[in-house]
């Protein structure tokens, strides 16, 4: 593990750059700083051969062609071993007919998951830990979500909050509740009220998407 991941556990925050690292994975070694450049959700599950984990990876498979077409690397992890992590992906290949195209982070002593943030610095297990963070081509973390053991997370929001994310930083929009790619975006409102006039549609004004 690099001295990258000598911060304080559960302070990562929108806004902060990624912590680097580089550790074993089902797709050989991994850095994160390899992935800049483009986009990147960085997720993590409690345990190998799990249910709700199986269901997320099995759909994350399956999504993966539209992640590629935002330009969307995927990359799981959690505290099982690297030998784990091959058996489990095995494992789901044989039952539900889907290979796991991204690479498994093995992290078997939470150094990862509490440099994240993912693991409390007091927790004994990764219990908890279903986090997954939303990181730009620079390496700067720009969304973030979090999930109890016993929640399974949505294949569908992760891909409509990545090009939420995406279209924002394209077209200086602000997105509203409950878009979806195509839907219309909010116009940004005036920042005084000399820019205002009593003919203008300035309130939440809704305009097309570029």
């Known amino acids: 593990m690099s001295d990258a991941l000598q911060v304080k556990s559960g302070s990562l925050r929108i806004g902060d750059v990624a912590p680097d690292f580089e550790a074993r994975t089902t797709r050989g070694p991994v850095k994160l700083s390899d992935y800049r450049g483009r986009w990147l959700i960085f997720f993590s599950h409690p345990a190998d051969f799990t249910p709700v984990c199986t269901t997320e990876f099995v759909a994350l498979a399956r999504h993966q062609d539209q992640f590629e077409a935002l330009d969307c690397a995927l990359l799981g992890l959690s505290v099982d071993s690297l030998y784990s992590h091959l058996a489990w992906a095995r494992a789901i290949e044989d039952k539900f007919d889907v290979k796991i195209p991204f690479p498994i982070v093995e992290d078997p002593s939470m150094a990862v998951g509490r440099a994240f943030g993912m693991i409390d610095e007091t927790a004994a ?20 979500t979090c999930y109890p053991h016993n929640v399974g997370r949505s294949v569908d929001e992760m891909i409509r909050l990545l090009a939420a994310l995406q279209l924002a930083d394209k077209a200086d929009v602000l997105i509203p509740e409950g878009w979806q790619p195509g839907d219309d975006v909010l116009q940004i409102p005036p920042l005084s009220e000399t820019e205002i006039s009593r003919e203008d549609d300035w309130f939440c ?3 097309k998407a570029p």
């Open 125 to 144: 297990d990764s219990a908890a830990m279903r986090t997954s963070y939303f990181i730009d081509p620079e390496g700067v973390v720009r969304a973030t």
């Open 205 to 207: 004004h809704k305009v």
